[in-house]
């Protein structure tokens, strides 16, 4: 391959890059607040009482709080590792990428 050939592979590399970094940006930032309301609202209609006695509703209950904290904790998490650059608390603190793994895992 020419030099030139190369450098216009690394600069397209570099714009899929950039274009990705912008899309994980944008979607976080609609879908954090999205998904918060939408499982407040969840946890409202399920903490009412003519359905806390449904066993059924209290799985989805649990399955709405547990949501909650991934759109509250890891969504925010994976949009400061993936859409800013040289800002991954993870890759500083080894302390921090445990936590944030056994987060991402636990809450799963």
Known sequence: M???????LQLE?????????????CYCYIVIPLGLVGHLMSIYVFTR?????????????????????HTCYMLPMRMIQSGFIDTDPGAYSVIFCKITWLALNSIR
Do not use: D, Q
């Not at 590399?13 to 940006?25: E, P």
């Not at 066993?55 to 904290?69: D, E, H, M, Q, V």
């Open 13 to 25: 590399a570099n714009n899929l890059n950039y274009v990705a970094m912008m899309f994980i940006r």
């Open 49 to 69: 009482p003519t359905l806390r006695t449904n066993p059924c509703s209290r799985y989805f209950l649990a399955a709405t709080i547990i949501g909650l904290l």
């Open 2 to 8: 020419s030099s030139s050939n190369i450098s216009s």
